[in-house]
């Protein structure tokens, strides 16, 4: 394996999955098992990169009052949980089959970062399950209802496959519950730290991480992911969607073909 081109990969993509509050861990998976690794060791190995990026990241927007902590803390605990299993029965799914699912994850990551999207404020009557939040200058109404089941089957998957839903908790935010672009982003990315947390213990429990071969990587991410952040303070995040949304479907792509290959 390849080192340096790796580890520039590792921060080429953790500064632009930075700047949409993205943990990244699809592409870090494709990259990964391109130079090499196995699906189930990639897997692992994303999930942890994913998590020192997501930190770094969080540092940056927490700074700037841009992570709604409680809106995290009431929508993400079912991510984790499910994250964390997801992680540890990926031991008794196929390494193919993970390679197809993860394939079709990211197309429908792809068309919904296509999505055109308003920061206008979801109204709605107060109703059991319907949030009214008020953060950094803005009203939302989080659907209790849809964003907690919605987390936890994100979580379930991502902690299998090693990626960290932040290409589906973004839209959940901003489509479903109002939340503004840029308070979205960076909430998505202390919740991403933690889904990945969760669903690398799960990889680490069964044996699929090694160190000596991760920790290169994630200094490179950690650069990466303090960059990102800061660029992304004073970048409008939308200009980036269209350049997400074809590189997810261009990483789905690949990633059929090599579960095809494999087969």
């Known amino acids: 394996m390849n080192y ?29 098992v391109a130079f090499g690794m ?26 700037k009052k841009l992570v709604d902590w409680k809106l995290a803390l009431v929508i993400d605990p079912a991510t984790d949980v499910m994250a964390l299993v997801g992680g540890y029965y990926s031991n008794y799914i196929n390494g193919m089959y ?7 994850l990211l197309v429908v990551a792809g068309f919904l970062m296509l999505l055109k999207v308003s920061d206008r404020p979801i109204t709605s009557n107060k109703r ?27 979580g379930l998957v991502s902690g299998a496959i090693g990626i ?5 908790k973004v839209p959940l935010m901003v489509l479903l519950c ?10 998505s990315s202390a919740m991403v ?11 680490a429990v ?4 090694e160190p000596a071969l991760v920790l290169p990587f994630a200094a490179a991410a950690a650069v990466g992911g303090i960059a990102g952040g800061k660029l992304a303070i004073r970048t409008k995040p939308k200009k980036l969607k269209m350049i997400f949304a074809l590189t997810t479907l261009a990483a789905a792509g690949f990633m059929a073909v090599n579960a095809m290959l494999a087969g």
């Open 128 to 154: 059991i399950g319907f949030w009214h939040r008020s953060f950094g200058g803005s009203s939302y109404v989080v659907n209790l209802w849809i964003a907690i089941p919605v987390c936890g089957l994100v």
């Open 98 to 104: 993970l390679k197809f699912v993860f394939s079709g």
């Open 164 to 168: 960290s839903g932040g290409s589906f």
């Open 38 to 63: 196995s699906m189930h060791q990639a897997a692992a190995s994303g999930q942890f990169i994913l998590m020192v990026t997501a930190v770094c990241g969080m540092l940056i927007f927490s700074k």
């Open 178 to 187: 109002g939340v503004p672009m840029g308070i979205a982003v960076g909430t």
């Open 206 to 209: 069964q044996g699929h991480f």
């Open 4 to 32: 340096i081109t790796v580890s520039l990969i590792v921060l080429a993509i953790a500064f632009l999955m930075t700047m949409t509050g993205r943990g990244g861990g699809n592409f870090y998976v494709v990259a990964l």
């Open 193 to 203: 730290a933690a889904t990945a947390l969760m669903g690398f213990i799960g990889h």
